[in-house]
């Protein structure tokens, strides 16, 4: 019952509770200074980020799928090849077979898979019998006699192998070669030259002893006994078995009638087939896609949607216009804000389908993770490929094979003799094989070992009598050189002798070591000294029968096996048909159950959601853009949001910008747990050195207190930059421009983490690795946006002044003109000729203009130009042609982007780029057969005669058998691909003009040895081109040269820019750009050409700029590289360098079974392919002469890319480096 007092209760209750509530929103609501500044670039961010995106709209731009695939953060072509599927067909087939199958299963039960698999061996045996006797017809002459009359003949000599081979030597052989292949490199020297003398002793004798053993294994594999043991063997099987297996096979042949009988509905109509698509393949393919999406630990970067975080804030855009903060310092009490949210009001709809497309993106791949779905779809993919396989290839229908070939096995089942059973029984086979039992067993130990070594029909694991030959003789020949080369250690005699031989198997593709070799030969031994005894029982033992027993020809007759082998063989059975027919049953048999079926279809009904949704999307982004041309949208002219150029680059600076400013602020919210990670155990650091992109997280504790250190720097500038206007409150992008963070593959961690999770060892660096992942601590990614953040939002600064009409235009003035009447031959004389003053008078006031001077150069170069003048401009190609840190053109064709292929051409780009696998663009887009692509490379100057690193022109990219391998739309583009070379094959095409390398794009690094004072100045001036740190956005390095204007260092910290491709200039540039600025524009008078490096002179400095502005041919290109050294600090630079350069930097010593005897990097014929960088602590003398390797210190190393020395392999097929590579 309520009485006063109780409501009293609940009142205060309720007042506590609501007291506590405003408290905790409260202190939840307040944000530090730095989120404050965050939030602001963000709404900055959020609406360049619309305009541009309604610009595009507008446009028509074919960025449609990459927005959307970015907003529901994937990849364009996982999330395009999840929905390229006919889901909706798809569905309906799984559930009209489902109904089939059901219907099948009520009123049969299907063969089951023991009687298939029975079916399929048998049909085997059958037609393997047929094929063997056919080629090797029976001999009915043979006799038991004859394997004795044989043995007796050729076993009596067998001992003498015993005689000529000395046990001790391969004995004592194995010994040594037991201590000197190992990985040791310190030997007891006094042993080591006693065993020195006896393998000088022995080494002749072992020779003699293989000859030997090679002469027996010649002679014993040829032994009439193998053939008359096989025949015996063989036949006895065939007769005693053929029959039943003819009459098994017919009796589960009408199984399989009554199975396709009752099938018939799925197989016999193809018109009325379910089975005539491609589903199955089709569902493949999208499980394949979504399961690659979601190992990702982070979604593809976005670039066209950065500024948006989740596609629900696309919603918040006019919110964001009302935004105190923006309307302070952008609107400021302009009404023309009605004109820009007007303008953006088309992007409403999109932005609402979007948020329906996300959704259903969500579902399906939250419904798709439950339980066994996976699982569960890939079964009934591969069920359902198979059966349209089998349906759509028959050729024969399934009834009619069965009944068929049953027919023919019944004509081929005769009747065996009354007595033959009877008689198989006293089967002299039968005698010989018990008699026979003990010698075989020994034999058949004797022909494996033999077959180790020693024949030319080796086993797997075994070489063939060739190549020991040539290995022992290449061992000698090692040890004799060494031998006579002076070695103080008898040990540096030893140990290249065995391992010449064992590398010497590996070049042949086998794994042999002269220990296992020479166990070769007692194995031989214990098996040859009790072979005499054997045989010499098998020849006295006397006849267990006490009458002669049946001959094989009387058996043979019985058996009818003659006449049943050539009746199959003449009645041509179609045993692929009849195996189809089986395999068919096995898949119906295996057809998964409705509720596995029932998990498929509610897979494929969530992805018909999405393209629902995704259809909806691109039906609205299709109603804003209208009927309009590009032309007729660019023109409009009271459009606001097409005021804004180069919106698509604004938009990405502000959106990265923004986005480095959102994850600091959350770094800083996990400072705590982030301190709490402390340094990893050694087996931790071991583990995680095996992974290369995880070399700063092994050391993840002092990056993260200087990391944190720099962050809360920034946070307490921030206190004074929040109530700045944007400008002043853009400063902070340049200083989180030198936060490097935790740089290393967050991917990499993540499956780190994933591989050890449950490994008890590992439970702490689980948990903190759950810390570095949790947040983005790779700030070295936002650098070059964070450098230009402020120039953006200068820019978008002046872009909102203009819409909104903060800028003064003159005013407008009245002119009065008189008119008179004029006669009509005059008033068009001077139409014509106002019209054509008009014109020259627009081309001279466009040529006066800044673009159009521009414009007026390049048509001149277009035509006319030098190639220095080229030159000139394809300096800057290395920064200028990368979008993203890749280059433009060859992304485009790797991602068969026409659109960005031809936005990179118009740009200029430098058109013959070399890929980092050795092919220009038009080697590529050849290779993977795209006609347009070709087309329009070629027609914007690709070079056609252009070799690449398999010494092919890009038109020899063409398979030369593609009408044999390629099909449908792959044979129909390489056809015209062939017909565009030819079109063309006469006529040249101008490379485009490359654009000027602006001023504000330089990124200048003076290094440390430069003068402070002139360095200070030099940053002063030109604050927003000049950094204090080296990045990999560098365009510039300023070094410090002697008189003679020559870069003297040591460092290959310094150097390696130079390899990046850095335009390295000396330090007098600044000097004269302080006196006179407009010489930064001039950086070519400045060049330093040449380096001195250890004390030698390498004039190579112009060469490597031009080579990696051009991104010529990789200079490493097929080179493998081993650091050899217990410690090397600059392993990142190397391995870095190494990579930028085309070769393979590998974590093992290379072993040279995978690698191809006679290769040679293609840029280095001279040298070997597997290139040791080692410091001297290890002797690899026993490489200096094998042409395979290549030895460098880590000086030389540098010396040789410093040298630039390039051989090509003019081979009209240069060798592969590594074994079955492409």
Known sequence: MFTYSSGIIYVFVFIIYLTVYILLKNNKSKSSDLELVSDNFRVLARITNAIFLQSAVIQKSNISKEVIAEFLKTSVSNFYEIVDIDAQSAASVLKNLDGEVTKILERHEFTNKKIINEILTNLKNISSTVEILTKNPIDPNLTFENIKDSMREEFKNMSEYGRKCDKDVYKKIRKIAKIYETNRNEFNEEEAAKHLRELEKYLEPFRNCFKTVSTFANRFVNLPFWKFRRQYQFTKIAMDRLRTIIELTIDDMSKLQKDVEMSHNIWKDKSKSNLLGSFGPQISQTLNAFLTDVRRIDPVPPTLTV???????????????????????????????????????????????????????????????????????NRTAFVLHNLENLVQNQTIPYDQILKSESEKLRKCVFK??????????????????????????????????????????????????????????????????????????????????????WYCTIDHGKDLDT?????????????????????????????????????????????????????????????NELRNAAYFVGNATNFPNSSIINESVTFLEHIIKVQNALKTVKTKIRHATGNRTKREASAAPTNPILTLKNSRLHSENMGICSLALWNLVKVLELKTP???????????????????????????????????????????????????????????????????????????LHDWRNRYFWNMHYKEAINHTATLLESNLDFATYQSQLLDGRLTVNALSKYFDEIFGHVKKDKLKTVIVEKHTLSWPIIIGIGIGSVFLLFVAALVIFGMTKWGRKTYRNWYLFYFGKPEEFEKRWRYSCFMDKVNGENALLDAVRETNKANLLVALKRGVYVNAYNIFGNTALHAATKGGHPDLVEALIRHGADRSLLNAKNRTPEQMVPLRYKQISKGKDLANFEKIQMIYKKYRKKNFRIRVPEIFPVFSFRIWPEERTDDTLTDNFMNVFQSITSNEPSIHMTHCVVKTDENGILETDNLGLLFWMFHGCIIVKEKWMTDCLQNEKLIEQDYNYLVEKVKYNGKIFDTVIQWSQAMAKSELPYLYGAQVAVVMKECPNLLLLSTLVNNHGGTMINEFPVRKKYTPGSHPYCHTHLGPLFLIHDGNYDLKIYQNDKMFTIFTEAEFIEFMLKRDIHKDTNENPVNVLRDSE
Request: charged share 30%; glycine share 4%; with cysteine.
């Open 307 to 377: 500024g948006f975080l989740k596609p629900k804030e696309l919603l918040s855009v006019p919110k964001d216009l009302q935004n105190p903060w923006f309307k302070k310092y952008f609107i400021r009490g302009s009404s023309l804000i009605k004109d820009l949210s007007k303008a953006l009001e088309p992007l409403n709809p999109i932005s609402v389908s979007i948020q329906d497309l996300e959704k259903e993106w969500i579902d399906f791949k939250r419904s798709a993770r439950e339980d066994f779905r996976i699982p569960n779809v």
């Open 416 to 501: 065996q003799g009354q007595d033959f059973f009877d008689k198989f029984e006293l089967f002299e086979a039968e005698e010989s094989e018990s008699k026979t039992n003990n010698v075989s067993k020994v034999l058949d130990e004797i022909h494996e070992t033999l077959r180790m070594a020693f024949t030319n029909d080796p086993t797997d694991e075994g070489i063939s009598q060739e190549v020991a030959r040539t290995c022992l003789n290449f061992a000698m020949q090692t040890f004799h050189d060494s031998s006579n080369s002076h070695h103080t250690k008898p040990s540096t005699v030893l140990k290249p002798t065995f391992e010449a031989f």
């Open 515 to 575: 220990s296992s070799f020479s166990k070769q030969f007692e194995k031989l031994e214990e098996s040859l000294d009790s072979l005499p005894i054997v045989v010499e029982a098998f020849l006295d033992e006397s006849p267990s029968f006490p009458t002669y027993p049946v001959p094989f020809q009387e058996i043979l007759n019985a058996s009818r096996l003659v006449e049943t082998v050539n009746c199959l063989r003449d009645q041509k059975m179609k045993v």
């Open 674 to 748: 982030l301190l709490k990670i402390g340094e990893f155990n050694e087996k931790v650091k071991t583990s995680m050195g095996h992974f290369p992109g995880l070399t700063n997280y092994i050391h993840a504790k002092s990056l993260i207190q200087d990391f944190l250190g720099q962050a809360e720097g920034i946070e307490k500038e921030a206190k004074q930059l929040k109530d700045k206007d944007p400008l002043k409150m853009a400063t902070v992008f340049a200083k989180m421009a030198n936060l490097k963070g935790v740089p290393g593959d967050r991917q990499m």
